[in-house]
């Protein structure tokens, strides 16, 4: 295994520039996930950004091409630096090109607790962490190496896509552990885009579903202990899916918030 924070690790070297070596441990299928991208452009960030804004608060990516594991530099640009955020410009080239371009808000994120002001978004009920179904990494029909460093384990009631009963409802719904422990901001990063897409509740599970672009909101540092995470479509049309994912700590409290646009390939009227 290559823990998160090791994996997501940059170097600067000047100029606003720092090295980074993508992870192949972190991908699905032949390319790194998404969320664990949006972890290396916010480590990069977060050090321009310096000492008094210590987390990432939202990063805003568009996939331009899809890197492939291997070195890489991330270009940071400072847009703002204000008493309790600063804006900054994150570039990933790799392989010659420029491959991810983000926006990334820092600033200090309050530990998760407390009782909000207001919410809409209540946490779901899942069953018990084990008796959830745990996702495999070595799956022949599509291997996801994601899975051998993150725990992921599917409420029985979304998974019903792993076996050809979807239920139909555009959901599925979780439990994921990822190192380190306690999880910290980055490992929120990936957990917003780790689920199986929701999509695959829908009768489109041998579908590819390229991330175009993923906002991530993180709102606090998460207590020890899994993530309950639920990911929901919103609208699927015109060979592209707008989806939602909800991140809460093992307290209850919503910890993070995802969106993202992907491309989904539909089947033709005729079918």
């Known amino acids: 295994m290559a823990e998160l924070e090791a994996a997501t690790a940059v170097k600067p070297t000047g100029d606003d520039r720092y090295e980074a070596v993508l992870d192949p441990h972190w991908r699905i299928g032949t390319k790194p996930n998404g969320g664990y991208l949006l972890a290396v452009l916010a480590r990069a960030a977060v050090d321009a950004a310096g000492p008094e804004h210590q987390h990432p608060a939202a990063v805003s990516a568009h996939y331009l091409a ?54 809409g978004v209540e946490p779901p009920d899942l069953p018990a962490e084990e008796a959830c179904f745990p996702v495999p990494a070595d799956d022949p029909r599509f291997p996801v190496p994601l899975f051998s460093e993150i725990a992921l384990r599917v409420d029985p009631a979304s998974a019903g896509f792993a076996v050809g009963r979807p239920a139909g409802k555009g959901e599925i719904r979780g439990w994921v552990r990822v190192s380190p422990a ?53 609208l699927v049309a015109h060979d592209r899916v707008d989806e939602e994912c909800d991140v809460w700590d093992s307290t209850g409290a919503l910890v993070a918030t995802g969106h993202q646009l992907a491309a989904v390939r539909l089947p033709s009227r005729e079918d």
């Open 66 to 119: 899809a890197p492939g594991p291997g070195p890489a530099e991330v270009e940071v640009e400072v847009l703002r630096r204000g008493r309790s955020a600063a804006q900054l410009r994150a570039t990933l080239h790799a392989g010659g090109a420029r491959t991810v371009e983000a926006l990334v808000t820092c600033g200090q994120l309050p530990p998760a607790g407390g009782t909000p002001y207001w919410t």
């Open 182 to 234: 306690p999880p910290d901001p980055y490992a929120l990063l990936v957990a917003v885009d780790c689920l199986p897409p929701a999509t695959f509740d829908l009768g489109l599970a041998g579908s590819w579903v390229p991330t175009l672009e993923l906002t991530a909101y993180l709102r606090a540092l998460p207590a020890s202990g899994p993530l309950r995470v639920r990911q929901r479509a919103r």
